[in-house]
């Protein structure tokens, strides 16, 4: 029975190691093609003395030719620690295309800090991301 149980427990191991693999191979392949897309970004977040924080993405080609059309999300979150409890804020919001590459949106963020901001750019097959982190005062 124990060199069963052990037989199971290796190929359990052998299955896991296997799907870690190929998640690698996939977010590989994936950085390969968001690479040669060539694309570029800016991203700022103004948050002065406004309830709301106002949220700028540029995004251009290869050639710094603005890209339109996109559909743009945002999410950014924020770790939390209050009384010695970790907790995660995220909050997720599409922006809207005001001008050719400048995609722009409004959200409130209620805590000062350090806060990750994800975003993902789509035209068609064509997917970009970029993750940044910002501190708010």
């Known amino acids: 029975i124990a060199f069963v149980i052990i037989g199971g427990a290796a190929l359990r191991y052998v299955e896991e190691q296997h799907y870690i693999n190929q998640l690698q191979i996939y977010a590989d392949d994936k ?9 570029g ?3 700022k977040i103004d948050k002065k003395s406004e309830p709301q924080a106002k949220i700028r993405f540029m995004l251009r080609d290869q050639n710094h030719t ?3 059309g996109a559909i ?6 924020h770790a939390n620690d209050v009384n010695g409890v970790i907790s995660q804020n ?5 922006l809207t295309m005001v001008e050719p590459g400048v995609y722009r949106g409004q959200i ?3 805590l000062p800090g350090v806060w990750d901001a994800s975003i993902s750019a789509q035209i068609g097959e064509n997917t970009y991301q970029v993750n940044e982190q910002i501190t708010l005062q």
């Not at 743009?72 to 979150?77: A, C, D, E, G």
């Not at 995220?90 to 599409?94: T, V």
């Open 31 to 39: 950085q390969k093609m968001q690479e040669a897309l060539g694309w």
């Open 72 to 77: 743009v999300n945002i999410t950014l979150s």
């Open 41 to 43: 970004s800016e991203l």
């Open 90 to 94: 995220s909050l997720n919001l599409p």
């Open 108 to 110: 409130n963020l209620p």
């Open 66 to 68: 603005p890209i339109q």
